[in-house]
């Protein structure tokens, strides 16, 4: 279950019974072969852990028009985080 895996209920999470923002991520894990606790892990650098993370991000934010501080909640980070990932992503 979701709650027992990832916590309580946080408040700035939009409350929906599909979770899409899981089925981004399940989707970005099954094609990029990093998981879910491995793109929480902000201290890995490696370069496949990172575009999978920004993929993630990005993929949230466009399709599904959440908030950066919304993800940053969702993966227990800063907005500014999220933000600067997706822009350092576009530009390249």
């Not at 929480?40 to 920004?54: E, N, P």
């Not at 399709?63 to 350092?88: N, P, V, W």
Request: hydrophobic share 30%; with cysteine.
């Amino acid at each position: 279950e979701y709650r027992e895996y990832y916590g309580p209920f946080n408040p700035l999470l939009p409350e929906c019974d599909e979770m899409p923002w899981m089925q981004i991520t399940n989707d970005v894990t099954r094609t990029t072969g990093i998981t879910f606790y491995r793109m929480q892990q902000t201290w890995d650098k490696r370069r496949d852990v990172t575009r999978a993370r920004t993929r993630c991000w990005k993929r949230i934010r466009n399709e599904l028009d959440m908030t950066y501080r919304q993800i940053g909640a969702f993966f227990q980070l800063d907005h500014s985080t999220i933000a600067h990932a997706i822009k350092r992503s576009s530009d390249e």
